[in-house]
């Protein structure tokens, strides 16, 4: 039973145009989420959250929507650069179970 | 500050071995947990520790196990490798949790490769 998915394992965009990266879950308990990105040969870093009570989390180029209604959040990337080059990992944490659960990831290649 | 290291960063076994594989966390932080990322597989929780006390764990067998000691720092041991424990296994420290998120700082793996 996954519990967080992220369908698209890849995804291509332009340099300058706006990368989308989806993410769904399943667990009404989750209360907050998370968008890692990991480099080759590094650990994940961590890029943006959002509390479930919210449904828009802005940081720079970066933003985060949820719409709990549809159990689905979205990461945008705008504009997007060649550095942005990575696998984005989404994670859902359960303040009850003290636990993070994460996607798959998606591999987001932005061509100059 | 240093960030969370991890040691060996590559490791070859072979089936039936056992490995131990090390992390000592950002100074400060007394909550590490462990993850295995394969390919396609995302990041899978392993286990959670907190003051020398496993406070949570995920659904691995119980081949898979853990310690910290009084400085933070963690080891986790896989017994009786299997090829499909090859895997990236990732440790992520953060700051003492009470019933809020806290961010997880990570370590940059260690790459086990079972023959």
């Known amino acids: 039973d996954q519990q967080v998915k992220q369908n698209s394992p890849s995804l291509s965009v332009q340099e300058g145009r706006i990368s989308i990266l989806n993410c769904d879950y399943t667990n009404s308990m989750f209360d907050y989420f998370l968008w890692y990105k990991k480099y080759p040969a590094e650990g994940p870093t961590f890029l943006i959250s959002i509390s479930s009570i919210k449904d828009k989390n802005e940081d720079g180029r970066f933003t985060v929507f949820l719409n709990k209604s549809a159990k689905h959040l979205s990461l945008h990337i705008v504009p997007s650069q060649p550095g942005d080059s990575a696998v984005y990992f989404c994670?859902?944490?359960?303040?009850?179970?003290?636990?993070?659960?994460f996607g798959d990831g998606t591999t987001l290649t932005v061509k100059p | 500050k240093a960030g969370v290291t991890q040691t060996p960063r590559y490791l070859i076994k072979t089936r039936g071995q056992q490995v131990t594989l090390s992390c000592s966390p950002i100074s400060g932080h007394r909550s590490v947990s462990w993850y295995q990322q394969t390919p396609g597989q995302g990041l899978q929780f392993l286990f959670e520790y907190f003051s020398e006390t496993q406070r949570n764990k995920g659904n691995f067998p119980g081949r898979f196990s853990g310690r910290q000691f009084s400085n933070s720092r963690s080891e986790m041991n896989v017994s009786t490798l299997e090829l499909g424990d090859s895997a990236l296994y990732l440790c992520?420290?953060?700051?003492?949790?009470?019933?809020?998120?806290?961010?997880?700082?990570f370590g940059p793996g260690t790459r086990l490769t079972v023959l």
């Open positions: 992520a420290s953060s700051l003492p949790a009470t019933n809020s998120y806290n961010e997880q700082f």
């Open positions: 994670a859902a944490f359960n303040t009850n179970a003290g636990k993070s659960t």
